[in-house]
C-alpha cells in the first residue's frame, strides 16, 4: 500500500459499523494503520465501534456512500451495502444505488488518489448456481428481476465497475467473493440463518427452517475472513480477483439448526416455513485460487465458531 500523506497509513472503511466492516477495523487498528470509517448506520450500529471511541486513529463518519465523497485516505475497503435479504429488500432501490453509486463514488475516490480499494463482493453474484462448487470462472445463475435482484444485480454491477475502472484507468481494484460469514456483532435482528437460529434457540422459541432445509450453505467464521482481506489488500499491484472468500465446508440448514440445538439445549424443535423466492439450493466456495494467490484457508471450525456466536447472543439477550 502507498501512502498519500506524512506518517501512518490511513485507511477508508465503508460500511464500517457493520458485523464484518467493525471486525476489519479492529484488525486495522491493531497492526498501527489509522481508520476513517464512514457508515449511514442503516444497519450497522454504534455499538459495534464504541469500544473505538476515543481511540486517537479512529475516526467515524456518518455518510451515504451515494453521495460524493472528499477525503486523504492510502486504501480503501469497501464494504457498504445491507446484507441480510430482510435488510437489502426493505428498501430494494436503495439497495442497487448503494451497490452502484456507492461503487462510482467510491472508485472515482481511489481513481484520484490513486490507492488500491477492495470490494465486498459476493457468492450471490453466481446466484442459484448450477456449477457446484463455486469456481470464480462460473458467470452465475441470476434472476434479473426478483426479489434478490437487487442485492444481486447491484453487487454484480459492481464488480463491472470496479473491472472497468482497472482496466480504463490503471486502478488496483481488489474484488473478493464473500461466502456466508457468521460472528459476534452480526445484527440480531437481520433474519440470516445462523443469527436467527441461535437467537431463537436461546429465547427457547422453535428454530425456524425453511423449505425442507435440505439447501446447503458453507459458513466462513468472520476472523477467518477478515485475514483473507488483509492478505488480499497487501496482495500487490498485480492481484486483483475476483477471488472467492469463504469456507469450503457445506452443511444443509437442517444440519446447522440440530447443530445449534444440540449446543444451545433446551425443548426447542424445528418449524418448517416455506422457502423464499429465488433461495439458491447449494452454495459452496471453491478455494483454490485464495490458497494459490493469497495462501489463505479457513482454520475456525464451525463447532468452535457457533460456540463464540452463541456467547457472544447470551450476553446481547441479556443486556
Ligand atoms: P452489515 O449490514 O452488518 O454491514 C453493512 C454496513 O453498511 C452497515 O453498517 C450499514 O449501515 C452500512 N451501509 C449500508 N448502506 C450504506 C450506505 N449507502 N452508505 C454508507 N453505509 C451504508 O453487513 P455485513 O455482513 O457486515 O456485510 C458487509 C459487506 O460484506 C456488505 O457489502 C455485504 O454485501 C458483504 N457480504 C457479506 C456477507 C456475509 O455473510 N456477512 C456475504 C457476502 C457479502
Ligand atoms: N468522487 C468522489 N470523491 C473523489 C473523486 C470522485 O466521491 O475524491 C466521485 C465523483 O463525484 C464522481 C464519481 O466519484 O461522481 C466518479 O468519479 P470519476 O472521476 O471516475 O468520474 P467523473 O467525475 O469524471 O464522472
Ligand atoms: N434460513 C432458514 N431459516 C431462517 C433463516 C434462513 O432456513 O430462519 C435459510 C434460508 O432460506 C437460506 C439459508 O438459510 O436457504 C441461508 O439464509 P441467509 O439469509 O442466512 O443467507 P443467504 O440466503 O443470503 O445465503
Not at 123 to 136: I, K, L, N, R, T
Not at 184 to 191: E, L, Q, T, V, Y
Given at each position: 500500500m502507498k501512502r498519500t500523506g506524512y506518517g501512518r497509513r490511513r485507511v477508508l472503511v465503508t460500511g464500517g459499523a457493520g458485523f464484518l466492516g467493525s471486525h476489519l477495523i479492529d484488525r486495522l487498528l491493531e497492526r498501527g494503520d489509522e481508520v476513517l470509517c464512514v457508515d449511514n448506520l442503516f444497519t450497522g450500529d454504534k455499538s459495534n465501534i464504541?469500544?473505538?471511541?476515543?481511540?486517537?486513529?479512529f475516526e467515524f463518519m456518518r455518510h451515504d456512500v451515494c453521495f460524493p465523497l472528499f477525503v486523504e485516505v492510502d486504501a480503501i475497503f469497501n464494504l457498504a451495502c445491507p446484507a441480510s435479504p430482510i435488510h437489502y429488500q426493505h428498501d430494494p432501490v436503495q439497495t442497487t444505488k448503494t451497490s452502484v453509486h456507492g461503487a462510482i463514488n467510491m472508485l472515482g475516490l481511489a481513481k484520484r488518489l490513486g490507492v488500491p480499494i477492495f470490494q465486498a463482493s459476493?457468492?450471490?453474484?453466481?446466484?442459484?448456481?448450477?456449477?457446484?462448487?463455486?469456481?470464480?470462472s462460473y458467470w452465475g445463475n441470476v434472476?434479473?428481476?426478483?426479489?434478490r435482484s437487487c442485492y444481486d444485480e447491484g453487487k454484480r454491477c459492481a464488480e463491472t465497475l470496479f473491472f472497468d475502472y482497472h482496466r480504463q484507468h490503471g486502478l488496483d481494484v481488489k474484488v473478493a467473493r464473500i461466502f456466508n460469514t457468521y460472528g459476534?456483532?452480526?445484527?440480531?435482528?437481520?433474519?440470516r440463518v445462523v443469527s436467527n437460529l441461535i437467537v431463537q434457540a436461546l429465547k427457547g422459541e422453535d428454530l425456524t427452517i425453511y423449505g425442507d432445509g435440505s439447501q446447503t450453505r458453507s459458513f466462513c467464521y468472520c476472523d477467518d475472513l477478515i485475514e483473507a482481506f488483509l492478505l488480499f489488500m497487501d496482495s500487490g499491484p498485480g492481484t486483483h480477483g475476483p477471488i472467492n472468500i469463504g469456507n469450503p465446508i457445506e452443511f444443509t440448514i437442517r444440519q446447522l439448526a440440530e447443530t445449534i440445538i444440540a449446543k444451545v439445549g433446551g425443548t426447542t424443535k424445528l418449524v418448517q416455513l416455506p422457502l423464499p423466492q429465488d433461495d439458491p439450493l447449494q452454495r459452496k466456495p471453491d478455494i483454490s485460487m485464495a490458497r494459490q494467490k493469497l495462501g489463505w484457508e479457513p482454520k475456525i471450525e464451525l463447532d468452535q465458531g457457533l460456540d463464540r456466536t452463541i456467547a457472544y447472543f447470551k450476553q446481547k439477550i441479556a443486556e
Open positions: 464504541d469500544h473505538l471511541v476515543g481511540n486517537p486513529r459476493t457468492s450471490e453474484v453466481y446466484g442459484d448456481p448450477a456449477v457446484h462448487p463455486q469456481v470464480e434472476n434479473p428481476i426478483g426479489i459476534p456483532r452480526m445484527h440480531i435482528a437481520d433474519g
